[in-house]
C-alpha cells in the first residue's frame, strides 16, 4: 500500500473516506507503515497498539460500509501524548514512576476526538511529568526531529510533533503548560494551538481556577488544526473556564483574513535575543500579512521583561506540591532536571506564590491593554532554531527563558496563541506564534490559512 495515503490532510483523508475513495483500514496500514519505517530513528511513541487499531480501522470500514452517520474525524488517525488519559492504556507521563498507572476513563478530548470518528493510533513520547521544551526521559530515551536527528522535535509534546511532521497521522493531541504545543509545532514545521483558556476542557488539573496548561490541536495544515480543534472544543462541567464557551467553527476561511487587521510586532522579549535567522524568517511572514492588507508596528511592550521569574515561581511550585513525593520515593530515576525544579519549589514561601499571581494578574492586564490597540500580536514562537537534542530545556533554568520567551507569558494569560511555519534557517524548521484576544482562535486559525497558502512550506517534506 502506497504510504502517500499517510501525508494526506485530514480534511482530505476524511471526504476519502466517507466517499469510499480509500478505505480506514488502507489509511491505517498506510501510516503504520510509515510509523515502522521512521520510528526506530524518531523515537517518537511510548507505545503502540497496531492490532488493536486495525481492528478499529476495520469497525470504522464497517461503518462506511453500512451507510452510518459518519463523524468529521471518521477513520483519521491521532496520536495521543502520554500524560493523556486513555481508558485502560498505561499513562506514565514519561515516568518509571508511573509505569503502571492505568486511567480508568478517557480524558474528555479523548472521548471527544473519538466520538468524531478518530482512531487513537499510539501514544507519543514526552519528557518527564512534561517539564522540558525538549522530549528525553529516562523511561523512554531521547525522541529526534526527522528534519535533523541530532535536533529535538521540541517539547513537551515531542513525539506527537515529530510523528506528525514524518508523515505519521496528520494529527496529535498536545499539551501545553509554557509552550509545550507551540515550540514543538514551531521545531518540526507545523501548526499547533495553544486555544483560548477555557475552549478545550482541561478537567485533569488539579488547580482549577489557577489554570495555566492547554490541550490542543498540532497538525500539519491549518485547516485539520481547525478541525481537530472543533471536535475537542465545548463545555465541560468539571472545568470551569469552559463552562458557556461556544462551539468553534471547525473550517478556516483565509480570503481577506489579514485585511484591514492591525498587529504588534514583537521581535524580541526582554533581555532575551532572538537569532538572527528567526527574526528574518518570522518578519518576513508578518510582511507577508501586511502584503494582505494588515497593518504592522514594531513594538517592544515592557510586561514581558520580567515574567519568567514569576512564571517559574507557578510552575516550580506546582511540580513540589504535586509531585514532590515521588521524587522523594524515587529519587535518582527521576530526570535529574525534574528533581532540581521539585527542589527549586520547595523554597518559595507563600508569600513568593501570591505574589506570583498577583503578577500574573498583572501581565493579564498589560497585553489586554496591547489588544485596545492591536487586533493581533506576532511573535517568534522560539527565540532560536531548534536546539540539539543534548541542550537541556528545563523550566527551572534561565536557559528555558532564554529560547522559549515568546511562549509562557501566553499560558499566563490565557489568550489564544498558534504557531505557523516561518521557513527553514540551515534546514531546520522556525515558527511564527500569532496571538489573539480572548475568543479570537478562529482569527488565528485563518490567518494560519492564509500563511500556508501563500508561503506553502507544508509541501517540503523532511529528509527521513
Not at 209 to 238: E, I, K, N, T
Request: proline share 8%; charged share 20%.
Amino acid at each position: 500500500m502506497s504510504t502517500d495515503l499517510a501525508w494526506l490532510p485530514a480534511t482530505e483523508m476524511a471526504a476519502g473516506i466517507a466517499a469510499k475513495r480509500f478505505s480506514p483500514v488502507e489509511v491505517i496500514d498506510a501510516v503504520l507503515a510509515r510509523a515502522d519505517a521512521v520510528d526506530p530513528k524518531l523515537n517518537a511513541f511510548a507505545r503502540r497498539f497496531d492490532e488493536e487499531v486495525r481492528a478499529a480501522a476495520r469497525a470504522a470500514e464497517d461503518a462506511v460500509m453500512r451507510g452510518e452517520a459518519l463523524g468529521p474525524l471518521h477513520g483519521v488517525p491521532i496520536t495521543v501524548k502520554d500524560n493523556v488519559a486513555q481508558a485502560g492504556k498505561p499513562s506514565p507521563n514519561g515516568s518509571k514512576a508511573l509505569l503502571d498507572f492505568v486511567p480508568g476513563q478517557d480524558a474528555v478530548i479523548v472521548q471527544r476526538l473519538r466520538a468524531a470518528g478518530a482512531i487513537m493510533l499510539a501514544r507519543t513520547t514526552l519528557p518527564e511529568f512534561a517539564h522540558k521544551i525538549l522530549t528525553d526521559t529516562p523511561t523512554f530515551g531521547v525522541t529526534r526531529s526527522p528534519w535533523n536527528l541530532e535536533h529535538t522535535p521540541g517539547g513537551s509534546t515531542g513525539g506527537g510533533s515529530a510523528a506528525l511532521a514524518a508523515g505519521v497521522g496528520p494529527l496529535a493531541i498536545g499539551t501545553d503548560g509554557g509552550g509545550s504545543i507551540r515550540c514543538p509545532a514551531s521545531c518540526v514545521g507545523a501548526v499547533g494551538l495553544k486555544a483560548t483558556l477555557g475552549s478545550v476542557p482541561f478537567e485533569g488539573f488539579p488547580d482549577a481556577f489557577g489554570l495555566y496548561a492547554f490541550s490542543g490541536p498540532l497538525a500539519r495544515h491549518a485547516a485539520d488544526a481547525a478541525l481537530m480543534h472543533a471536535a475537542m472544543a465545548g463545555p465541560c462541567d468539571l472545568d470551569p473556564w469552559s463552562i458557556g464557551r461556544a462551539l468553534p467553527a471547525g473550517k478556516v476561511s483565509e480570503e481577506g483574513a489579514a485585511r484591514g487587521l492591525r498587529i504588534g510586532w514583537v521581535e524580541r522579549f526582554g533581555p532575551y535575543p532572538t537569532h538572527p535567522d528567526v527574526a528574518r524568517l518570522t518578519a518576513a511572514s508578518v510582511a507577508v500579512l501586511a502584503g494582505e492588507g494588515a497593518s504592522v508596528e514594531p513594538i517592544a511592550p515592557d510586561c514581558f521583561a520580567d515574567c519568567f521569574e514569576y512564571y517559574q515561581v507557578l510552575c516550580t511550585a506546582a511540580h513540589a506540591t504535586r509531585m514532590g513525593a515521588i521524587v522523594d520515593q524515587w529519587g535518582e530515576a527521576i530526570t535529574p532536571a525534574f528533581r532540581e525544579s521539585v527542589e527549586m519549589g520547595r523554597r518559595w514561601s507563600g508569600v513568593d506564590l501570591l505574589r506570583a499571581q498577583d503578577r500574573r494578574t498583572a501581565l493579564f492586564r498589560a497585553v489586554q491593554g496591547l489588544f485596545q490597540r492591536f487586533d493581533v500580536i506576532a511573535t517568534p514562537t522560539m527565540l532560536s532554531p531548534p536546539p540539539r537534542v543534548d541542550a537541556g530545556g528545563s523550566i527551572c533554568t534561565e536557559w528555558y527563558a532564554e529560547i522559549a520567551a515568546p511562549l509562557y507569558p501566553f499560558n499566563m494569560t490565557g489568550h489564544p496563541a498558534i504557531s505557523v511555519p516561518a521557513g527553514f534557517a540551515n534546514g531546520l524548521p522556525v515558527g511564527l506564534q500569532l496571538v489573539g484576544p480572548w475568543l479570537a482562535d478562529q482569527r488565528l486559525l485563518d490567518l494560519a490559512a492564509l500563511l500556508e497558502r501563500r508561503q506553502d512550506f507544508v509541501s517540503v517534506r523532511p529528509p527521513l
